[in-house]
């Protein structure tokens, strides 16, 4: 059973540059999401897609745009590059419905992520 | 608000018992989940709590109390690779968002 996939692993690009992230998410998972995590720092929350639709964004400015695909991987599009999207981007996907103790939410499941460097 | 507070950096003994605490102030909670993350690695899961209590799993405990916005994941018998950041998040139920915390970087001495 794959879990989450994520490429590139590692990617360098200079300011003004545009750059496009993927990522398949575990099999039976129908949601993914992405996360940007700094050095030191815990993953901040980009955007969610569900049934190919963006469906909660976080504070992240109109560059970074997404998709989701009929098989349900996912593309991050970050545009217009500053140094300061350098970081680890995270994909996760997880399925509704599978949680624990009556609950519906279930845990997320992490790709390796894409380390992006912007010079 | 939905800040979640861990402490930076802990240090512990080989063998030893250590706990990590993690408090929240969300509305809408409807879950709290615990990830390890070694350096340059994805987080991987630990635990989770939706009700109040302790949840064991082998060496890991994770406990939760939603009235008091607190929770803690305990290690026992410390070992080597258990050096890595421990990160707190909360799912708020109908945001679809899980909140990080900063983590907690634990370092285990022999």
């Known amino acids: 059973d794959a879990g989450v996939t994520q490429s590139p692993t590692h990617l360098i690009k200079t300011r003004g540059q545009q750059v496009t992230l993927r990522c398949s998410p575990k099999s039976g998972h129908d949601t993914v999401s992405w996360y940007q995590q700094a050095l030191g720092q815990g993953p901040q929350f980009i955007f969610q897609?569900?049934?190919?639709?963006?469906?909660q964004r976080g504070n992240f400015p109109d560059r970074f745009s997404g998709h989701q695909f009929p098989n349900y991987s996912s593309e991050l599009n970050v545009n217009a590059l500053l140094l300061g999207d350098s970081a680890l981007y995270l994909c996760?996907?997880?399925?509704?419905?599978?949680?624990?103790?009556?609950?519906?939410?279930?845990?997320?499941?992490f790709g390796e992520g894409s380390r992006l460097t912007v010079l | 608000g939905q800040n979640i507070d861990q402490p930076t950096e802990m240090t512990a003994t080989e063998g030893a018992i250590v706990q990590i605490n993690c408090t929240y102030q969300?509305?809408?909670?409807?879950?709290l989940f615990w990830y390890q993350q070694h350096a340059g690695e994805a987080p991987t899961f630990l635990s989770y709590n939706v009700l109040d209590g302790l949840e064991e799993k082998g060496r890991f405990s994770s406990f939760l109390s939603r009235s008091k916005g607190y929770s803690y994941l305990l290690l026992k018998e410390l070992q080597m690779k258990d050096s890595a950041s421990y990160l707190c998040a909360v799912y708020r139920l109908g945001t679809y968002k899980y909140i990080f915390g900063t983590g907690t970087r634990l370092k285990v001495l022999a």
């Open positions: 969300t509305s809408g909670f409807n879950g």
């Open positions: 897609y569900y049934e190919e639709e963006e469906r």
């Open positions: 996760a996907s997880s399925h509704i419905g599978q949680g624990r103790q009556g609950s519906s939410v279930g845990e997320l499941f």
